[in-house]
């Protein structure tokens, strides 16, 4: 008897775990959070307790997934009519991938007031070329750099270069001495992009030459585009001995393990890095430009954003967490956890890095082919990244990666095609 | 009697016949019918009738694309058939003559086979590391300096290294084939040809090759579906974009990327994935048709 009590109880338990929902009734509302950082998780968590308390009755659930398989995963879903109600975007046309096609819900400064104190280059990234709305709240923005081991320079005596002759030089020094200046790698074509986005625009004039090829005065066959990117060539002795065949794992591990002494990358590395290696002291640089009074040029990008599925059925709640992420609470938090620039306005950046990051970005110039093509298929990264690879291992010269990204693009870049 | 025999056919057929036409025919109808329409972004549009076919063969940069990843399956076809193969049947000519330690053999020759593919991918990739991998390591140490290279990162390596990757987890299937089909051969074939003084190269000539020609079909119309179908393998050790520069690239990883796009680097086009879906299947039906067909005619029955 005391038996079959038990088991009862124990199955009233269950039923009512099952649906914990129904005893609050309507106003608590669960969402789901899809994103590709499997290594924010932490951070998301903390994060959204803390908006968790401050609103009771909505529940938010951090889902992340791996990077490569989220793509498919997120677009499986929406198509499906699923998915989850905050879904974490890219920017530009990884944003309007999901926004042209009606599967996110517009949001607009009415919906959002916060993003009326967002920079318009930042929500550029958060807008649909198609009918011009906004999508998402920009979470990050990020800036291409060269990070370098302080005790390495130290110890060969080499400083932080002003010129690129002053680079060249310091990586002479480095590898006369029996050491490996840059930990990059070319096997990922992706990481050479980031290569070509730190090395050119001091080459290729920077902003100026984006507005150009973007408003179809010009495109990238110009000698003034494939002169910058041939400055790349001139890097090739200091990499890895068999630098084609290094994977972005490895171009890591070189540089937390003080094994490079460069490292060619984007400004999201910090966190790992120092996660990685508690006792590695490094600094960062812009690159260096041609003549030692030049300010240097620094790509940047709005990294991603939060959006909405236009399909959710708690829009009130997903709008009140999307205006959440949009406040200097939230990218205090933002930045303080993750240690990336928040892309929210007025946050107060404590880490030394950050805020040279920071003021290196007052001459900061549109990543090239993420900002300005990466709108639709076949994407200028698609083909300079391949293209890059042609170029680093021999077998295509720069003129010819610029004509090649050229026709490629000419299939949905008029400009081109004259 | 014939209609409960006929019921029971049916029972038994209609799970796999369900599986197949829910998880093969389903999915090879609908990408059929994707590669017919237009895409934006992920969301189909209007009826385009060929457009999208037209564009991956008009347009630069899809058809250099299909051309070089058609070229790179056909290749690995050609070296898998010339490496893996033609080993495996020496090997299962070897193991079937039961020399010392037969068992153990065919144990180890097995036993890449029965490893993940991820396992195998990570690890021969973890080898051929050019900073921290054993294989060039082992190269200088041997004093063969001129041989260290970034064996998967050179365009002119990268491909040929792969299907010798492929080549060492798979030698144990068609070697144990073979052997099965060596083993089959009635033994009285044989002895009768020995005794009548056959020198050993024709008792394999004569009486082995011919009898085993249904295992050389099933290996031959397997490894064609397999290399042409080829994606784990050069997804999990290079990655979706066939570096470098397209050197590894294949049709099965052309179509991942355009249909489902590049991570932070290429967007997803579902028409031009779809299309080329459809030539892969057009492609692989066709083909092993006709290859099957044709092996089969030079195939002899047991009387």
């Known amino acids: 008897m005391i038996r079959r009590l038990l088991t009862v109880l124990v199955a009233l338990m269950l039923v009512a775990t099952l649906f914990p929902g129904e005893v609050r009734g309507q106003e608590s509302a669960k969402l789901t959070f899809w994103s590709w950082r499997t290594e924010d998780k932490g951070a998301y968590d903390r994060m959204i307790k803390v908006f968790e308390q401050r609103n009771p009755g909505i529940k938010i659930e951090f889902v992340p997934f791996r990077q490569t398989e989220y793509n498919t995963i997120l677009s499986s879903a929406l198509t499906g009519g699923k998915g989850p109600d905050i879904i974490h975007l890219r920017a530009y046309g990884g944003l309007d991938t999901f926004a042209a096609p009606g599967y996110l819900a517009p949001l607009d400064y009415d919906k959002v007031p916060e993003l009326k104190r967002f920079p318009l280059q930042t929500m550029v990234g958060a807008r649909s070329r198609k009918d011009g709305k906004i999508y998402g709240v920009p979470f990050a923005t990020q800036t291409l750099v060269i990070f370098y081991n302080k005790k390495i320079f130290a110890q060969a005596g080499v400083s932080v270069p002003k010129t690129w002759d002053g680079f060249l030089n310091a990586m002479k020094t480095l590898k006369d001495k029996g050491l490996t200046p840059l930990a990059n790698g070319g096997k990922e074509g992706w990481t050479l992009e980031i290569m070509s986005g730190v090395v050119a625009p001091n080459f290729y004039g920077g902003t100026t030459f984006y507005e150009a090829v973007t408003r179809g005065q010009t495109n990238f066959r110009d000698p003034t585009y494939t002169n910058a990117l041939a400055k790349m060539l001139e890097l090739r002795p200091y990499m890895p001995q068999g630098f084609m065949g290094v994977d972005y794992p490895t171009m890591q591990q070189l540089f937390v393990n003080e094994q490079a002494a460069m490292f060619i990358g984007g400004a999201f590395e910090i966190g790992f890095f120092r996660q990685q290696n508690k006792n590695l002291d490094f600094g960062l640089f812009a690159a260096p430009p041609e003549k030692a009074d030049q300010v240097p040029w620094v790509s940047s990008y709005a990294d991603g954003n939060y959006g909405i599925n236009a399909k959710t059925p708690y829009m009130d709640a997903a709008v009140k967490f999307i205006r959440w992420t949009a406040t200097t609470e939230f990218g205090q938090m933002f930045t303080d956890l993750l240690a990336q620039m928040s892309a929210v306005p007025g946050v107060q950046i404590k880490d030394p890095l950050l805020q040279q990051v920071q003021a290196m970005n007052r001459k900061a110039t549109p990543y090239i082919m993420l900002v300005g093509f990466r709108w639709q298929a076949p994407t200028g990264s698609t083909l300079l990244q391949s293209a890059l690879q042609g170029m680093m291992s021999g077998q295509m010269t720069p003129a010819q990666v610029g004509d090649e990204v050229t026709r490629g693009l000419s299939s949905w870049v008029d400009s081109f095609r004259r | ?303």
């Open chain 2, 1 to 303: 009697m014939q209609a409960s025999r006929r019921l029971w056919l049916v029972i038994f057929l209609a799970p796999a016949t369900a599986l197949f036409a829910t998880f093969i025919t389903y999915p090879i109808f609908s990408a059929l019918a994707y590669s017919l329409y237009a895409w934006e972004g992920i969301g189909r549009r209007g009826f385009a009738g060929l457009a999208n076919f037209v564009r991956l063969f008009q347009t630069f940069p899809y058809p250099r694309l299909l051309g070089n990843a058609f070229l790179h399956n056909v290749i690995v076809f050609v070296l898998t058939m010339l490496i893996q193969n033609i080993v495996a049947l020496g090997l299962a000519l070897l193991l079937a003559r039961g020399p010392w330690g037969t068992r153990v053999y065919r144990v180890i020759f097995f036993l890449p086979v029965t490893l993940s593919l991820i396992i195998v991918g990570f690890m021969w990739a973890l080898f051929l590391n050019p900073v921290f991998g054993i294989v060039n390591k082992a190269l200088a140490a041997a004093g063969a300096d001129w041989l260290v290279r970034p064996w998967l990162g050179d365009p002119s390596t990268a491909l040929v290294t792969l299907t010798l990757i492929n080549a060492w987890r798979w030698l144990g299937f068609p070697t144990l084939v073979f052997l099965a089909g060596i083993n089959a051969v009635p033994d009285e074939y044989l002895e009768a040809a020995r005794i009548d003084g056959a020198p050993e190269w024709d008792v394999m000539r004569r009486i082995i090759f011919p009898l085993l020609a249904p295992s050389v079909t099933i290996i031959v119309t397997l490894t064609f579906i397999g290399s042409f179908n080829w994606f784990e393998l050069p997804y999990v050790v290079q990655g979706l974009s066939g570096p470098p520069n397209r050197a590894t690239d294949v049709l099965g990883l052309m179509f991942y990327r355009s249909a489902f796009g590049e991570v932070d680097t290429g967007l997803q086009d579902i028409g031009i994935g779809s299309s080329i879906a459809v030539m892969m299947f057009i492609v692989m039906a066709t083909v092993s048709t006709l290859g099957a067909l044709y092996l089969r005619r030079r195939e002899v029955e047991l009387g």
